[in-house]
């Protein structure tokens, strides 16, 4: 079941109200990332702008990778739908 959570931060000129994590990453990550890191992560996206990596009407689709936090290397995969003020977390895990 997807987990949502309320945030404050701007991304591409849109202010985001809500964060929503897709379990999926647990599958082969739970080991080593969590939902408390996938919100570390997403807050330090916060004032950037992203270029589209792919885009299928209503989502954008982002892929953020080596995203550094305490030391450790993580990617990021989410989306932004039009119109709505959340960011979808598809996937996410540490980097070698």
């Not at 987990?3 to 809500?18: M, T, V």
Request: charged letters at 30%; a negative charge.
């Amino acid at each position: 079941m997807r987990r949502e959570y309320r945030i404050n931060i701007e991304i591409n000129g849109i202010a985001l109200e809500k964060v929503i994590i897709d379990p999926h990453y647990e599958e082969k990550h739970a080991e080593s990332i969590n939902d408390e890191v996938i919100l570390r992560l997403i807050g330090s996206l916060n004032s950037y702008d992203f270029l589209v990596e792919t885009y299928k009407q209503p989502y954008s689709y982002f892929v953020t990778d080596r995203i550094e936090l305490a030391g450790c290397s993580y990617k990021l995969i989410w989306l932004l739908e039009d119109n709505e003020n959340y960011i979808g977390v598809i996937n996410a895990y540490r980097r070698s």
